[in-house]
């Protein structure tokens, strides 16, 4: 028998400090190197999209691949990347830890939707308040003080 699986992940993380150091005349190089990344683990990238302190990726996983392991290859490569293209000079490094929530086939348009609009989304919301209610909505309990 084949295996079967519909995984679709919303996966956040921020930059060290969530310093805003992602300029965003050159996102899009960071974000085709990602999705270069996704790729190659046999997963399928619906959508990235960010502000200059985070990121928001919208994909799948394949069955081989552990959230754990794939997050860990994306925050690893692309943090060498961006300090060898030299097109973010003050990026340091992601911050320690992500989000990582779950989506059914009904919500993927609407969170493709969300995430292309990050732009304007964040013009009326911090990158905290959108953190937050990301984990309320799903159900996570959190202790403020681990956060940040």
Known sequence: MSTFRQIYYQIVFSTKHRMPVLNIEYEDYLYRYIGGIVKNKNCKLYKINGMPDHIHLFTDLHPSVSL???????????NLWIKQSGLFPDFEEWQTGYGAFTYSEREKEMIINYIENQKEHHQNASFEVEYK??????????DEKYLW
């Open 68 to 78: 754990s392991s794939f997050v860990k290859d994306i925050k690893v490569s692309s």
């Open 133 to 142: 209610d990301l984990l309320k909505s799903h159900g996570v309990e959190f």
